[in-house]
């Protein structure tokens, strides 16, 4: 392969990539092995340079396009321009580990951090390579680690990968060095105090460990958090009477402090004082001051504790009243009380609850649809339509919103804002939308312009339904219906109409479309079939499908039952003069087709 270089791009490309890849030099980033070749000073003319970065360059765009066997030739032909380049041995681990050759990636990104000691990214894309098989190359990236704290004082992740490194081999000097660096670098502080603290404990040091944190506690005096968390330090390894000393006294200071009290109430479940557990418990649900995220914390407690107990909801129910009556603008703890009441069965009362979660964060999703179910399954269409036309403002990506609204908007006679809720509904479909729904929302467009006398229109939306789902059944009935009233693409209609009979067999309304087809193509025998065991379901028949029924038997020559089906649609409440000319002529007439 021949590649021709354009003088004036690889002038430019030249002075980019002089800086990048920098010049070739042996460092001690990682272990030269034996058969690595002999290093080569970067003394390269200008020329030579150029063409590199050209190949270089080109190896990087074929490996941007997923084609590895040219990106790995051009790369190749860069370690013979310049042997030993960091850039492309770099490059060339990239391609081996997306063709899955692990190894040949470690050897080859061995090399390049060996020949560019001081590049940061190429030593921590080795540390990656060693950790897939840590068991292997455990030791390695420890040592490539190690010598990055050193070569990067500036970094604070190498410090924090050796970190998890020497946990888990459990090398806890080595973990107490790094610790004491860090804390170095970033000053004391209660996560690595308190990381110090466990490791001590882990070697049995526990006159150590409860020095750390008094210390934690010294350099910080007016912080009083410091002495609560020494405080839960004492508690938690059975110091209960220094425990409950430091707990007093930050509570004399700071008598809301939030994490005081709550440690306190542990104090009382550590020495059995459940009266005043419960009553402590209280005191910080209550108290204005303490943070909603300590407060949902104790209530989870509450009802676990409640649970386990298997004492009634009684005293939680009233417990959450008593919060609710709190004016806050966190929405959690509503949210929580309205699933608690969910899970008690309460779902009704559960309602002025999750609207109280509305009322604070109208974007609550789950809030929102746990009470679109309960309009839903009550068919209460107002409700559904406050609810949706909400939703659709606080979460416009929600499509379920919308489909409710569309139905509900039909449900009241409001065609117009169904139409274009559903065409809203589109401009925010993509390409992970559900295809189902997005049928649906056509097929519900396609019903709506077929009410509005505009066929065509109907027509096109159905076939995009069908084209975002071919079984959509409820678009192949009604498209296949309307075909039939208009008498024209009947084998068409009669072919999506079959699909929804076989689908749903006991269906009435499927039953009667496909009967009412095979009556318009003069397949009379068939039809009497279909619309007899329409007649059959136990579903609830329209006036609509007894007519239906009442045309066939005529023309079968049952008239006389034919009749009786005519009457029968009458008193349902079939009204077209039409129907009244039959039952008075007793013969069948034909609809007069629509203009």
Known sequence: ????????????????????????????????????PTIITDTLSPAIHRKYNYFFLEAVRMKTQQKYDAAFDLLQHCLRIRPNAPSALFELSQCYMALNQKEQ?????EKAVY?????????????????EREQQNAEKAATLLENMTIRFPDKIEPIYNLLDIYNRQQKYDKVLTLLNRLEEKLGKSEQISMEKFRIYLQQDDRKQAFREIESLVSEYPNDLRYQVVLGDVYLDNGKLEEAYALYQKVLAEEPDNAMALYSMASYYNETGQEELYDRQLDTILLNRKVEPTTKLEVMRRLIVRNELSHQDSTRIITLFDRIMEQESDDADMPMLYAQYLASKGMNKESVPVLNKVLDIDPANTAARMTLLGEAVRGENYPEIIRLCEAGVEANPDMLEFYFYLAIAYNQAERADDALAICQKALTHVTKDSKKEVVSDFYAIIGDILHTQDRDEEAYAAY???????????????????YLSLERKNLDKAEEMSYKTVKAEPQNATYLDT?????????????????????????????????EHCGDIYYMV??????????QQALDMGGSSETLKQKIKQRKYIREPEKN
């Open 115 to 131: 020949y560019a000691p001081d590049n940061y990214w190429y030593a921590v894309g080795l540390v990656s390579l060693y950790l």
């Open 557 to 566: 020559n049952e008239v006389e039952q034919a009749v009786k089906y005519w």
């Open 514 to 546: 496909y009967a009412w087809i095979l009556f318009e193509k003069g397949n009379y025998a068939q039809a009497r079939l279909y619309i007899d065991q329409a007649m059959k379901s136990d579903e609830e028949k329209s006036a609509e499908v007894v």
């Open 463 to 481: 076939d995009s339904a069908l084209v975002y789902n071919p079984n959509n059944i409820g678009a192949l009935n009604n498209y296949a219906y």
């Open 105 to 109: 990636a470690v050897t080859a990104l």
């Open 1 to 36: 392969m021949k590649y021709k270089l354009n003088k004036w791009l690889g002038t430019v490309l030249a002075v980019c990539l002089l800086v990048s890849c920098g010049m070739v030099r042996k460092g001690n980033g990682a272990k030269i092995t034996a058969n690595m």
